[in-house]
């Protein structure tokens, strides 16, 4: 079975200072993708950034960035220069190639001090 | 629109009520997924469209609910007899196409239904 965990249900980061958001999957298949959701107080749900795992360079989008290392199964955030509006709930998900499902941890929500 | 809409954004009802929830995809989307969230966690798979086929309802808790989606555009779904329990954040998302390049889901706003 698949499964996504997020180990840090809280993380608080200072404003403009840098902060790591951790995620572990577990898999046996070899193609997927990686997802970052964000989930601010409105509670939308809103796509951050996506990783192909045959794709060995990692994914950037603007102050977002993921570490993804596809051997130990693990993919983290890293959001730059950290802003007010950077903080809410966020999820990892996995999506197999061979399915459809999107499968979620349980979140971490940031907070991020002015 | 531009994004995936959902109606109405909070619903209160009674147990042993009837409810329709109902999601509008991205003009275009092929794909059309429901999900639950309850508070606290993240969302579980409900059941998931091909255009109008419903490929997988594996994830329907039981025969209460039910989702339908006729002309492969709006998709409603349906929980009869509602019980307490039920009360969560029901989500809808669309793609363009399920598997390859683009599988992305974009996600609605969800429906917030409270049953006393």
């Known amino acids: 079975a698949q499964t996504v965990t997020q180990s840090q249900p809280e993380m608080s980061v200072q404003e403009a200072e840098t902060v790591t958001l951790s995620c572990t999957y577990d898999?046996?298949?070899?193609?997927?993708?990686l997802f970052w959701y964000k989930q601010p107080p409105s509670r939308q749900m809103i796509l951050v950034i996506r990783?192909?795992?045959?794709?060995?360079q990692n994914a950037t989008e603007n102050r977002f960035s993921v570490n993804f290392q596809k051997a130990a199964k693990s993919f983290s955030l890293k959001i730059s220069d950290s802003q007010l509006g950077d903080a809410a709930m966020y999820f990892c998900?996995?999506?197999?190639?061979?399915?459809?499902?999107?499968?979620f941890g349980s979140g971490t929500r940031l907070l991020v001090r002015p | 629109g531009a994004g995936v809409s959902q109606s109405p954004r909070y619903k209160v009802t009674k147990r042993g009520q009837d409810v329709a929830l109902r999601c509008d995809p991205i003009?275009?989307?092929?794909?059309l997924y429901w999900y639950r969230q309850a508070l606290g966690q993240g969302p579980e798979f409900l059941t998931y469209?091909?255009?109008?086929?419903?490929?997988?309802k594996s994830g329907l808790p039981n025969d209460r609910f039910s989702a339908e989606r006729p002309e492969g555009s709006i998709s409603t779904l349906t929980i009869q007899r509602t019980e307490q329990r039920d009360s969560a954040m029901y989500r809808c998302?669309?793609?363009?196409?399920?598997?390859?390049?683009?599988?992305?889901?974009?996600f609605g706003p969800g429906t917030r239904l409270l049953v006393l």
């Open positions: 003009s275009g989307h092929v794909s």
């Open positions: 898999t046996s298949e070899s193609d997927y993708y």
């Open positions: 990783q192909e795992a045959y794709k060995q």
């Open positions: 469209f091909n255009y109008e086929a419903q490929q997988d």
């Open positions: 998302a669309s793609s363009l196409m399920s598997g390859g390049t683009e599988e992305t889901q974009y």
């Open positions: 998900a996995l999506n197999l190639d061979s399915s459809y499902k999107l499968i």
